[in-house]
């Protein structure tokens, strides 16, 4: 045998020695979460500023920080889930229709056949999870990428609901009688507030929590992240690939119904049109997030903390009484920079090669 | 097919894994026809095959990814029927694929535990046991010789022959009785290529049987106990230790005469080489119309 085990087994493990320590700071460093954490200070720090600049100081207030927290927890609370969904490989495009399908449940249960609020908004619960299993169905299925798929039902549903909408109600913007929200015994989970502190932001931070603990502490969080590594191998570890993609995709379902009870119950009304544009925002704070477009990597409390800066952007921006119109080159700018940090810190922190 | 055999009396005397005369097509592609292939306990069979002889192909029947269309396959001389990856997993038959094993985005613990973690705690309070996860990787990967300090590393950042090793090892620490590699040292360079082999001797001396699949007949002529030679999808014999040698391995595999020319050429560059004759190459630069500082 020219292969002798002689001392091979119990060697004093020669490949450690290309292990060098490494400080607590780049430990901390190679967590996906990092940059988005300077990113968040550094868009603080930058509007802070203005607001000094212009003279305004309701950016730091605490009024202004509420404000900007509530921004924040409407794309936050659907964040989490595209995040996870991220992670584990998928898009899920269709999320801002299925928040004005979701609100438009409410509405027409409330108003035109005349149930009461919970019931509208567990049936808009019920249904709109429902397109989320179908939306991961389809994607699971076909094994068409998830950008197509949710694309085509973006607009099937968008589509559907205006339509349908018309057809039952002859208008596409649906007021509730605030006395049925007032006297409904779970309304209040959506809309409670204190002054400027709203409910919304609780739910932002009880999914972000929610979300981070599925993903670090549990099997299923495991598998989420294999899956989106790499589908085939994960499928060959026994990894019951098609189970989780579904569930995440009715995920983001959930947390858009979630969303949409959170506008409807707080403007007494709901709208076909809204949600438009959350598909993106919420993208956007993944990525600020660090997770990585081709999945198997990221973080939910990096994607919360996305959010925190898109909304410290949006009101930042108005509160700075610069015109509202360069919102979206902030945005921009922000993803771009977040982008190019979160990979410059992959590299060099997380010692990928 | 179903002879109920009293227990064996030794291990080795049933086949812990067998195919028996497979065939696999895609469409009008034979992909593999007729093969048989066994693995007994504490033994290493070798799976020699030129690329595209049908080598993935058989594996990924006896892994429980396809399901053969014709013959079938046997475990501990029962026949069995794989229709899932899973279902192989269940039944001792762990494969651990070239690069397809490990998540290099994921650390060295949760890699070790995918699809088969560890948790504490009960009903919606389960969780996983990452200290657990991370102490048994541990010492697992020590075990089988490489000593990682930090199990939160992502395996991004191991080299391809600690990440075959993790794989590996996670094999038989999920009690795996037969570990298929998939060629395994194929992306490797020396070195590295030697601790992936010396796993595979320990393995098979630990008693497990160990299919090993590689066009390398350097690398399986040592280790292999029997070998099992596949040509354009069919079986092109399977022989014992000590019954072949490298030439006769390379022109049974196909590619003995296209080696033969190129042994002969290089002994003739080799000769001139020695003679201080100009070899006759064509100058690098000129011929592609480059200019002459490219070269440097």
């Known amino acids: 045998m020219t292969l002798t085990q002689a001392s091979g087994a119990t060697d004093p493990a020669p490949p ?20 988005a954490l300077i990113i968040t200070v550094i868009v603080w720090v930058f509007f802070a500023m203005l607001s000094l600049a212009v003279g305004a100081d309701v950016f730091y207030s605490a009024e202004g920080t509420l404000i900007y927290l509530d921004v924040a927890a409407q794309v936050g609370i659907v964040g989490t889930a595209v995040a996870l969904l991220m992670i584990a490989g998928e898009f899920d495009l269709s999320i801002g229709s299925l928040i004005g399908f979701a609100g438009i449940v409410i509405g027409i249960c409330v108003t035109t056949y005349g149930m009461p609020v919970w019931a509208g908004i567990l049936i808009s619960l019920v249904l709109t999870t429902l397109l989320g299993v179908i939306n991961g169905f389809i994607v699971v299925r076909t094994g068409l990428p998830s950008f197509i798929v949710t694309l085509a039902t973006l607009f099937i549903i968008r589509g559907a609901t205006q339509a349908l909408t018309a057809q039952i109600t002859q208008i596409t913007y649906i007021p509730i009688a605030p006395d049925k929200i007032a006297s409904d015994p779970i309304a209040g989970l959506f809309n409670w507030s204190i002054g400027n502190f709203k409910v919304s932001i609780l739910w932002w931070i009880l999914l972000a929590a929610i979300g981070a603990y599925i993903l670090g502490r549990t099997r299923f969080g495991n598998w989420i992240t294999g899956v989106g590594g790499s589908p085939s191998a994960a499928r060959n570890l026994g990894v019951p690939v098609a189970r989780v993609k579904i569930m995440l995709f009715a995920g983001t379902a959930f947390s858009a119904a979630i969303l949409a009870a959170v506008q409807s119950m707080t403007f007494f009304s709901s709208d076909v049109l809204r949600g438009q544009g959350y598909e993106l925002r919420a993208i956007t704070t993944a990525v600020i997030g660090g997770c990585l477009l081709t999945g198997g990597y990221g973080s939910v409390a990096g994607a919360a903390i996305g959010a925190l800066a898109l909304g410290m952007a ?17 945005l921009g700018t922000l993803l771009l920079v977040a982008v190019v940090l979160n990979n410059w810190i992959r590299r060099r922190f997380a010692g990928l090669r | 097919m179903q002879a109920m055999q009293p227990a064996p009396a030794a291990a080795g005397d049933v086949p812990l894994l067998e195919a028996r005369n497979v065939s696999k097509y895609f469409g009008a592609v034979v992909a593999i026809e007729g093969v048989s292939l066994e693995v007994r306990a504490g033994q290493i069979n070798c799976l020699l095959g030129d690329n595209g002889a049908g080598k993935s192909t058989l594996i990924k029947m006896l892994s429980g990814v396809h399901t053969p269309d014709e013959g079938s396959l046997a475990v501990e001389g029962q026949e069995v029927r794989f229709n899932a990856p899973r279902d192989a997993l269940d039944a001792g038959i762990a494969t651990v694929y070239q690069d397809l094993s490990v998540m290099p985005l994921m650390s060295i613990s949760r890699n070790f ?30 075990n089988i010789g490489i000593d990682v300090r930090d199990t939160d590393q992502l395996v991004g950042t191991l080299s391809g022959g600690e990440r075959q090793t993790l794989a590996i090892a996670r094999a038989e620490y999920f009690g795996a009785r037969v570990l298929i590699l998939d060629e395994p040292t194929s992306a490797l360079g020396v070195k590295e290529s030697a601790i992936v082999l010396r796993h595979a001797i320990s393995a098979r001396n630990r008693g497990l049987g160990v299919i090993f699949i590689t066009h390398n007949v350097q690398h399986a002529l040592p280790i292999g106990d ?45 000769r001139r080489e020695a003679l201080g004759v100009e070899v006759p190459t064509v100058p690098i630069g000129e011929s592609e119309g480059l200019g002459p500082d490219d070269g440097m």
């Open chain 1, 16 to 35: 450690s020695d290309r292990l060098r320590r490494v400080s607590v700071t780049s430990r901390l460093l190679g967590r996906p979460a990092a940059g």
């Open chain 1, 314 to 330: 949006q009101i930042g921006i108005v509160f700075a009484s610069v015109n509202a119109d360069w919102y979206l080159v902030a």
């Open chain 2, 113 to 142: 535990f995918l699809g088969n973690e560890p948790t504490k705690g009960f009903g919606p309070f389960k969780r996983f046991d990452s200290a657990k996860a991370a102490r048994v990787a541990r010492e697992e990967m020590k």
């Open chain 2, 226 to 270: 029997t070998f099992t030679i596949l040509t354009r999808g069919r079986s092109g014999g399977t022989y014992k230790r000590g019954e072949l040698d490298v030439e006769e391995l390379h022109r049974l595999m196909g590619g003995g005469s296209e080696l033969e020319e190129l042994q002969t050429d290089l002994e003739m560059l080799a």
